[in-house]
């Protein structure tokens, strides 16, 4: 098989979804850091600009095919190595399992990603503490409603669906890592956390942490 190369960086969360995706395949894969502040941005170079003219993390490079977007990477995922799988059988639950994964990815993190603090600090000159209260805002407003979608719904077991991890426990982990990043109260998601202890227990999720990965600084 072709070998696989992940451009990421330590703390994305988006590139921490597609380590966890990988991981729960078993593939091998090699990570291409790029760093998100040194020199103004990796991510900026006309070389990365090549892998994904977007500019972000992650890009999955598997042969000569470039893969963006982490959640079309988990999908793409999916479908190369159906084994284990990462979405369920049915369209019904299929159709739930990218909702969850979606409210975070969608809803969610476009709302705190870098690119958005850094235009709120670089064009608008908003103060960090006033950056910050917006992250934490829309962090809550987001699990507020994933621990509803997901409290004693028939379809909640281990994970957020059934007893196998899913994309949206792939996207739902780095989001809860993000919301400690930021300070948010997490003690209203109970069920939330339940599933991260489960998730987190896994040697598949405990390997994609950010501090364990090649390009985390040592303080991390």
């Known amino acids: ?51 994904n003219p977007q500019g972000l993390v992650p890009v999955l490079q598997h042969g000569q095919r470039m893969l963006r977007q982490s959640v079309a990477i988990l999908e793409y995922l999916d479908e190369m190595w159906p084994q284990p799988p990462l979405l369920p059988a049915t369209a019904r639950e299929r159709q739930r399992v990218r909702a969850l994964a979606m409210a975070v990815a969608c809803d969610v993190h476009p709302l705190n990603n870098l690119r958005v603090l850094q235009y709120f600090e670089q064009e608008w000159h908003v103060p960090q503490p006033e950056r910050e209260e917006w992250v934490r805002h829309w962090i809550v407003e987001g699990l507020t409603a994933l621990e509803a979608m997901i409290a004693d719904h028939p379809s909640t077991d281990v994970f957020c669906d059934g007893n196998m991890p899913t994309i949206a426990d792939c996207c739902l982990v780095p989001q809860l890592y993000n919301a400690r990043r930021f300070g948010v109260d997490l003690a209203p998601y109970p069920t939330l956390l339940r599933i991260e202890e489960a998730c987190l227990a896994l040697p598949q999720f405990d390997a994609a942490r950010p501090e364990r990965q090649p390009d985390a600084p040592a303080s991390a």
């Open 1 to 51: 098989m072709e070998r696989l190369r992940l451009y990421s960086y330590w703390r994305s969360s988006a590139a921490y979804r597609v380590r966890i995706g990988l991981n729960l395949k078993g593939l091998s894969y090699d990570i291409v850091p790029v760093h998100l502040l040194r020199n103004g941005g990796e991510q900026h170079t006309p070389e990365f600009r090549e892998a």
